[in-house]
């Protein structure tokens, strides 16, 4: 059974900097294009970063591009994002999502992803 577990999250204050970590089991992370999305209060998730299995295409939204930094650590089948100078509208639940798929221009697209994990929230005070 493949699980993904998010952790990390909580309460920071703008300007401020949090590392979210997804340990996957039930998978190898050096296999999938591993991927972080968030979710507003009723809306739908939205693309926030990916990373290829190989390491060779690694996107961001514009909305964090050169705030937050998507690694892995096959070693440990974790991917992070570090997410650095926190703005109050980066609050949201966080997931980590897992898929074969190697397109990053689909997936950033789509939400019908392989394997999600449960979420973390992340709330930036202002």
């Known amino acids: 059974q493949v699980q993904l577990a998010e952790s990390g999250g909580g309460l920071v204050q703008a300007g401020g900097s949090l590392r979210l970590s997804c340990t996957a089991s039930?998978?190898?992370?050096?296999?999938?294009?591993m991927l972080w999305y968030r979710q507003f209060p009723g809306k739908e998730p939205q693309f926030v970063a990916g990373i290829t299995w190989d390491d060779d295409s690694i996107q961001y939204s514009e909305l964090v591009k050169g705030r937050f930094t998507i690694f892995r650590d096959n070693a440990k089948n974790t991917v992070y994002l570090q997410m650095n100078s926190l703005k109050p509208e980066d609050t949201a639940v966080y997931y980590c999502a897992a898929d074969k798929e190697l397109r990053m221009w689909y997936l950033r697209k789509t939400t019908v992803l392989d394997y999600w994990g449960q979420g973390t929230q992340v709330t930036v005070s202002s």
């Open positions: 039930g998978l190898m992370t050096s296999v999938y294009t």
